[in-house]
């Protein structure tokens, strides 16, 4: 890895944000009414190096809905539960190649929900989350969980949480079609209310980049110095990260970024360089995949510009 300093990190955040700043393509997600009112112009940067140090630039603060960016961590909180291996055989790792709610995915996979990073997955490990069977306990185990990893508490946005359960017919199909195929562990529109209610979780640009710094710092907080997963897990779910986290796009992605990022329909991308830094990225205008185009911009262009590349 090419090692960089923080004066010139701080300064490439910075040009990254004056010089995307204006960039006006894409649309706010609108299949989910709530994400369609959020504010286009918001745009923030924030990264988080594995002393914990936070560099960062414009709305950081802002709290938007995490959306799919949550898949990331209760993936690894079902392998911190289930052991890698149960979650290889029961979910899978495989990239999609398909968009996030695909049901042509799961039919193609042969009854499989491929990866835990895509809609089928993600309700299949919120299947999965322990105490399997009690509503409350699978929500504390995953907020306990999203908290130690962003180093503090995140809030539900009951009017996305609303919103989404009351447009979610595709992913009720999802849950179904998956109980069809014995691959949901629990009750599925138990299972589906976890993931909607997980996706309308509140997060800021600064709590992702924390949440990326963790993964980063193979499992222990850069902020809070506390261990939260274990940090074998950390290989894993960077693989699945850099395999699928932009859906159809990955390659496309990752071949320009040189990162392992992962992105929600709220506009914020979760990015991953193991041992050198997490960062995010924040802005809610998406393009037809559902990634946020200032995000992609911006870490696209901090990562070039400071020669940071997971693969060379
Ligand atoms: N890509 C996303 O962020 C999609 C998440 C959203 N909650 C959905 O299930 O459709």
Same mark, same amino acid.
């Not at 004056?18 to 709530?34: L, M, Q, S, T, V």
């Not at 959306?67 to 290889?88: C, F, H, N, R």
């Given at each position: 890895?090419?090692?960089?300093?923080?004066? =010139?990190?701080?300064?490439?955040?910075?040009?990254?944000?004056?010089?995307?700043?204006?960039?006006?393509?894409?649309?706010?997600?609108?299949?989910?009414?709530?994400?369609?009112?959020?504010?286009?112009?918001?745009?923030?940067?924030?990264?988080?190096l594995?002393?914990?140090?936070?560099?960062?630039?414009?709305?950081?603060?802002?709290?938007?809905?995490i959306?799919?960016?949550?898949?990331?961590?209760?993936?690894?909180?079902?392998?911190?539960?289930y052991?890698a291996?149960?979650?290889?055989?029961?979910?899978?790792?495989?990239?999609?190649?398909?968009?996030f709610?695909?049901?042509?995915?799961?039919?193609?996979?042969?009854?499989?929900?491929?990866?835990?990073?895509?809609?089928?997955?993600?309700?299949?490990?919120?299947?999965?989350?322990?105490?399997?069977?009690?509503?409350?306990?699978?929500?504390?185990?995953?907020?306990?969980?999203?908290?130690?990893?962003?180093?503090?508490?995140?809030?539900?946005?009951?009017?996305?949480?609303?919103?989404?359960?009351?447009?979610?017919?595709?992913?009720?199909s999802?849950?179904w079609?998956?109980?069809?195929?014995?691959r949901?562990?629990?009750?599925?529109?138990?299972?589906?209310?976890?993931?909607?209610?997980?996706?309308?979780?509140?997060?800021?640009?600064?709590?992702?980049?924390?949440?990326?710094?963790?993964?980063?710092?193979?499992?222990?907080?850069?902020?809070?110095?506390?261990?939260?997963?274990?940090?074998?897990?950390?290989?894993?779910?960077?693989?699945?990260?850099?395999?699928?986290?932009?859906?159809?796009?990955?390659?496309?992605?990752?071949?320009?970024?040189?990162?392992?990022?992962?992105?929600?329909?709220?506009?914020?991308?979760?990015?991953?360089?193991?041992?050198?830094m997490?960062?995010?990225?924040?802005?809610?205008?998406?393009?037809?995949?559902?990634?946020?185009?200032?995000? =992609?911009?911006?870490?696209?262009?901090?990562?070039?510009?400071?020669?940071?590349?997971?693969?060379?």
């Amino acid at each position: 890895m090419q090692k960089f300093d923080t004066k =010139q990190l701080n300064d490439v955040v910075n040009e990254a944000y004056e010089k995307i700043k204006g960039d006006d393509g894409g649309n706010n997600a609108d299949y989910i009414p709530f994400l369609a009112k959020v504010p286009s112009k918001l745009f923030g940067i924030s990264v988080c190096l594995p002393d914990g140090e936070i560099v960062e630039a414009g709305d950081t603060d802002y709290v938007f809905g995490i959306e799919s960016v949550s898949k990331v961590p209760t993936a690894i909180l079902a392998m911190q539960q289930y052991g890698a291996d149960t979650i290889l055989q029961k979910i899978g790792a495989d990239a999609t190649g398909l968009p996030f709610n695909s049901i042509m995915a799961i039919l193609l996979e042969n009854d499989h929900p491929s990866t835990p990073l895509v809609n089928a997955g993600a309700i299949t490990a919120c299947s999965m989350v322990k105490p399997v069977g009690n509503s409350d306990g699978k929500w504390k185990s995953i907020t306990d969980f999203l908290a130690g990893l962003c180093g503090s508490p995140l809030v539900l946005q009951d009017e996305l949480y609303k919103s989404e359960s009351a447009t979610n017919f595709n992913n009720r199909s999802i849950a179904w079609l998956l109980k069809n195929y014995n691959r949901i562990y629990d009750d599925p529109d138990m299972s589906l209310d976890i993931y909607t209610r997980q996706c309308s979780m509140g997060v800021t640009a600064r709590q992702l980049s924390i949440c990326g710094g963790t993964i980063a710092n193979r499992g222990v907080n850069p902020v809070t110095k506390k261990k939260v997963f274990d940090a074998e897990l950390t290989s894993k779910i960077v693989a699945m990260i850099a395999s699928v986290g932009f859906y159809e796009h990955t390659g496309d992605w990752i071949f320009t970024s040189g990162i392992p990022a992962k992105t929600g329909v709220g506009g914020g991308i979760v990015g991953v360089l193991p041992g050198v830094m997490g960062i995010a990225a924040f802005s809610p205008k998406l393009d037809g995949s559902g990634n946020s185009v200032r995000a =992609q911009n911006a870490i696209k262009y901090i990562t070039n510009k400071l020669g940071l590349n997971l693969f060379g």
